[in-house]
Nanobody, 118 residues
Framework: VQLQASGGGLVQAGGSLRLSCAASGGIFSIDVMGWYRQPPGKQRELVAFITSSGSTKYADSVKGRFTISRDNAKNTVYLQGNSLKSEDTGVYYC?????????????WGQGTQVTVSS
């Protein structure tokens, strides 16, 4: 499975941003797609994920501000971030898994930088 992320960039606090991630190759085995982020000097953390049936989960820090969605026909997952804060700054990585949880392997896309200026 190959993942190609796009979007990201420099945004002012309070602004919005949309990330996209397209999957290809072996995608029929994938149920979960989502996003992690790595703030400067910190560990990678889960932002949100969505299953092929549309179930979602969000980190508490982004609930009410971020929305994850998925176009199964295009094998693409999106992350819409609104009311961005400086603490949303980091490298965002999309991922895919056959199922969420356990020791199931992750497939990773390349990171995309999001910088929120205050």
């Amino acid at each position: 499975v190959q993942l190609q992320a796009s979007g990201g960039g420099l945004v002012q606090a309070g602004g919005s941003l949309r990330l996209s991630c397209a999957a290809s190759g072996g995608i029929f085995s994938i149920d979960v797609m989502g996003w992690y982020r790595q703030p400067p000097g910190k560990q990678r953390e889960l932002v949100a994920f969505i299953t092929s049936s549309g179930s979602t989960k969000y980190a508490d820090s982004v609930k009410g501000r971020f929305t994850i969605s998925r176009d199964n026909a295009k094998n693409t997952v999106y992350l819409q971030g609104n009311s961005l804060k400086s603490e949303d700054t980091g490298v965002y990585y999309c991922y895919a898994r056959q199922v969420e949880g356990g020791t199931v392997p992750y497939y990773w896309g390349q990171g995309t930088q999001v910088t929120v200026s205050s």
